[in-house]
């Protein structure tokens, strides 16, 4: 019987992935470790892991996401997002395993004014984006079965993310200021999650890399009105410019994802950004009441 073997469980991607696969065959297959069960920056942690359940495929959804944090934190954002992910790889070539690991929009530095396709090479701005790059690099040079996802602007039911700090800032604050000459395309974790055990099912999909967002473009500014709109707060929003928000990372401007590679493969239609932010906002509204 086929194993999944995935990491972060409790994370954003983590939580949302359990939802999906609850009712499905993969529910009596998939083992879930957070890092209390399995610390990923440690070489036995994850030789355990392994060694209890013999994967056929492992999901690497543990991240370090702290971008302005990672300009500190160096090594620990190394350790989760390069070192980490080397090891997982290593593993999966002794046990035959397939790896999904998932990536990010910030491996680009934002320069290019059209999609990006999984051919451009990266050219990260940040400690974060230079860690993930990494990651995607150590992988690709140790074990040629895999399948490295890159995203962008991840958020869910779950914080933190955008979305609740967007709904908390609007509860706290009479107006809000947000940057509005980043684009990209903000995507709804439940959506990721399904596309990835479409992965699972698929036997014919080519190793290698793929985009995977919603579709559309948004810049912060217009994901968190239409948040807001959405939420039914009035509270006025005032556009800046990145120089006039203090952040300690650069962030590209422009980190739009071409998905067309994994529609093709997978025969994916994919949902709109604000379409698949609805339903995201209904969930929210449903848990409140």
């Known amino acids: 019987m086929e194993k999944v073997l995935v990491f972060g469980a409790k994370g954003q991607l983590g939580s949302c992935l359990q939802d999906a696969i609850q009712g499905s065959p993969w529910q009596s297959q998939t083992v879930f470790y957070d890092s209390s069960a399995c610390d990923v920056t440690k070489e036995e942690d994850l030789t355990k892991a392994f060694k209890e359940v013999a994967p056929t495929y492992v999901i690497n959804c543990a991240a370090y996401t702290a971008v302005d944090k990672a300009e500190e934190e160096t090594l620990k954002a190394f350790e989760v997002n390069a070192k980490a992910p080397e090891c997982m790889a290593r593993l999966c070539r002794e046990y035959n395993t397939v790896l999904i690991h998932i990536s990010t929009d910030f491996v680009f530095d934002g320069h290019q004014d059209m999609p990006y396709k999984e051919e451009v090479i990266p050219n990260p701005l940040n400690v974060y984006g230079t860690s993930k790059w990494e990651g995607e690099q150590r992988i690709s040079s140790t074990w040629h079965k895999h399948y490295i996802i890159r995203t962008s602007w991840l958020y869910s039911i779950y914080p933190p993310n955008f979305v609740h700090s967007v709904l908390r800032l609007a509860k ?114 449903e848990s409140l009441n």
């Open 172 to 285: 706290e604050r009479n107006k809000l200021t947000v940057v509005a000459d980043q684009q990209g395309i903000p995507t709804y974790a439940p959506d990721l999650a399904a596309m990835l055990l479409l992965v699972l099912e698929s036997k014919h999909l080519p190793f290698g890399i793929y985009h995977y967002a919603n579709k559309g473009i948004a810049s912060w500014y217009t994901f968190a009105t239409a948040i807001l709109k959405m939420a039914g707060s009035n509270i006025p929003v005032t556009p800046i410019t990145s120089e006039q928000f203090p952040a300690k990372a650069i962030r590209p401007k422009y980190s739009v994802l071409d998905t067309s590679k994994i529609e093709s493969e997978l025969a994916l239609t994919i949902p709109n950004w604000e379409v698949s932010l609805k339903r995201c906002m209904d969930r929210l509204k």
